[in-house]
């Protein structure tokens, strides 16, 4: 992987595990020469990676939508590189584009539905790149939890849900992406019922 999108959030959270593994992770990203994408702002945790990525002499692209300048977030004016866009929806397939795979970070509404939709062009075979959540002091249990309903509920086919990497340490995670292959099934298809 030669460049990371991490969605995370424009708030701190309430834990220091949250500042503290971010700063771990751009460290570990800078370190091994892993350009970053991200939303752009200079706020929360994602003003914090980006920090900390350029602190220790990484790269880091920010893709901003004009229409939150002033409004939700400011732009971080220390980016290797910054594209303003139209909308939302440009950002995220921009982002898309310039990253070879996908890392959420602990986070709102904003960073949970960038990452379903990333893992959902997955599932319909769009792109072919991992996806994982950094899952930080048990912050995504309960939606791992719901995705393995899912799947006994027959809306989710076990090799989708396989797309949503996991792990709560960030080199652990780097390594399950590095390794992840793509389903020969990837795409789209109905979960099978169950025989009777």
């Known amino acids: 992987m030669r460049a990371v999108c991490v969605f ?3 708030n701190p959270g309430r834990q220091p595990a949250y500042l503290e593994t971010v700063r771990e992770l751009a460290g570990v990203l800078a370190e091994e020469g892993i350009r970053v994408v991200y939303g ?3 706020v929360g945790t994602m003003g914090a990676l980006a920090d900390g990525v350029l602190q220790a002499g990484g790269e880091v692209v920010g893709v901003v939508p004009e229409q939150l300048v002033g409004n939700f ?3 971080h004016q220390g980016l290797s590189e910054i594209h303003f866009v139209e909308s ?3 950002r995220k397939a ?3 584009e310039l990253a070879d795979g996908f890392i959420a970070l602990p986070g709102g509404l904003g960073t949970l539905e960038e990452f379903a939709e990333i893992v959902t062009w997955s599932q319909i075979g769009l792109h072919n790149k991992p996806t994982g959540l ?8 309960s939606l791992l939890q719901f995705l393995d309903h899912a799947v006994e509920e027959l809306f989710l086919r076990r090799q989708d849900r396989e797309l949503v990497l996991s792990e709560s340490g ?3 995670l780097l390594e399950l992406m590095r390794a992840w292959v793509p389903s020969a099934e990837q795409g789209w298809a109905p979960a099978e019922l169950p025989a009777v």
């Open 134 to 141: 950094l899952n930080v002091a048990g912050y995504y249990d």
């Open 8 to 10: 995370c959030g424009s």
């Open 73 to 75: 977030e400011t732009a």
């Open 170 to 172: 960030v080199r652990p």
């Open 88 to 90: 939302m929806h440009e």
């Open 94 to 96: 921009l982002m898309a």
């Open 40 to 42: 752009g702002a200079n």
